[in-house]
């Protein structure tokens, strides 16, 4: 927690669940990844936290923006981001969002099909387009599994007819998957689709960039590898694949830029048990899977909860959400364990929950008001 939430807090005590998020932190991050790879153009993945003082803070630091809806493209602009620095990331855009962003004059797209590459030549003559590759995502807490990207053959297809089509083939991306903690995901990627450019770079295609995506992992309950470690282990791939014809790069960070950087506020509603003889009391908060907490799906993503007893002895908790849905449970299986003392009416902080929170929260399911969002 910084010290502006910890006052802020303290201070308003807002009502329970809302997020608090201190921008200063986003900065601090987008500062770090910058320098740990100082040759990338970094493009904020916007869907993790889409709000207007995270957007205008970033546009600030120059950053670029990668947009997966049309939606998202108009809060950039708002937010005061220039039409050159968003990338249309989505490889599945409706026509209408395309023609919009292309009007506004985004002239950056993805793709990872035929049809697409189609749909952008036709509604975005001239773009400069980048073809996703499938690649492993092993080592993700968050992995995007097989709904994105294409393969080598069909990538190598597809961008030596984009020129033809019209477009310009401007360079190649791939996701290692969110929360991705293992460096050596990231040389593996790299490794295959740096044999794709050279093979193009060969063959007459004019293309000048790789996008790494975004994946870079935020610390929640266990440690992860610090940033720098990220961006050795990238550029150390980048030179051996490509010496000193290194090619624009191009990165993603979603996660990364904003998670650390706020906690969900939220009140303990009921500590119970199953029976008197259970050792595991269920702690039910008054945020759960659907007011924010969906990457909890399958305790994936498992954030550090603090309290205000931390200092006294703990049991094993199973914890849960509020509504009257059974899937919304936490954590069982994950060995959560919280103080003893614990009850109804208590204030409970769950850390680093400033990416992927806020926009997954449901309005009004079980007529529980959507999660508040404060930006200090
Ligand atoms: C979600 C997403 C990102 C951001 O991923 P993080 O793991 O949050 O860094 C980047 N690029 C694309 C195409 C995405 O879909």
Not at 174 to 185: I, K, P
Not at 206 to 234: C, K, Q, S
Not at 325 to 333: T, V
């Amino acid at each position: 927690m910084t010290p502006k939430i910890a006052r802020f807090l303290a201070t308003h005590q807002p009502a329970t669940p809302c997020l608090v998020l201190d921008v200063d932190r986003v900065e601090a991050n987008f500062r770090a990844l910058r320098d740990a790879l100082p040759l990338a153009q970094i493009y904020y993945a916007v869907k993790a936290n889409p709000a207007r003082p995270v957007l205008q803070r970033l546009v600030g630091l120059s950053s670029r923006f990668d947009a997966a809806s049309i939606e998202e493209v108009e809060a950039c602009l708002q937010a005061g981001a220039r039409a050159e620095a968003i990338s249309f990331g989505n490889t599945i855009k409706k026509v209408s969002s395309i023609r919009r962003a292309y009007d506004a004059g985004v002239t950056l797209f993805a793709f990872d099909s035929r049809e697409e590459m189609e749909k952008l030549a036709r509604h975005a003559p001239g773009a400069r387009v980048y073809c996703r590759i499938l690649v492993e995502n092993e080592g993700a807490d968050w992995p995007l599994s097989r709904k994105f990207g294409t393969t080598i053959d069909s990538a190598r297809y597809l961008m030596t007819r984009a020129a033809s089509l019209g477009l310009d083939p401007y360079g190649l991306s791939f996701h290692v998957g969110s929360q991705q903690t293992a460096t050596r995901a990231y040389e593996l990627a790299i490794g295959k689709v740096a044999m794709l450019f050279t093979d193009l770079i060969e063959a007459g295609v004019n293309l000048r960039m790789i996008n790494l995506g975004g994946g870079f992992p935020t610390r929640y309950r266990d440690e992860v590898p610090e940033i720098g470690r990220f961006g050795a282990a990238i550029m150390r791939a980048m030179t051996d694949h490509f010496g000193n014809a290194l090619p624009e790069l191009l990165i993603e960070p979603g996660r990364f830029i904003v998670g650390d950087a706020g906690l969900v506020s939220a009140e303990v509603v009921l500590v119970s048990r199953r029976d008197p003889d259970d050792p595991v009391r269920w702690v039910y908060l008054d945020i759960g899977r659907f007011g924010g907490l969906a990457e909890t799906e399958g305790e994936a993503i498992r954030y550090r909860i603090s309290t205000q007893h931390d200092d006294s002895p703990m049991g094993p908790v199973a914890i849960a959400g509020p509504t009257c849905d059974g899937a919304d449970i936490l954590y069982e299986r994950s060995n959560y364990r919280l103080p003893l003392a614990l009850t109804c009416g208590d204030r409970v902080e769950l850390l680093a929950t400033g990416a992927y929170v806020t926009t997954y929260a449901s309005t009004g399911f079980n007529g529980f008001a959507p999660l508040g969002e404060y930006y200090l």
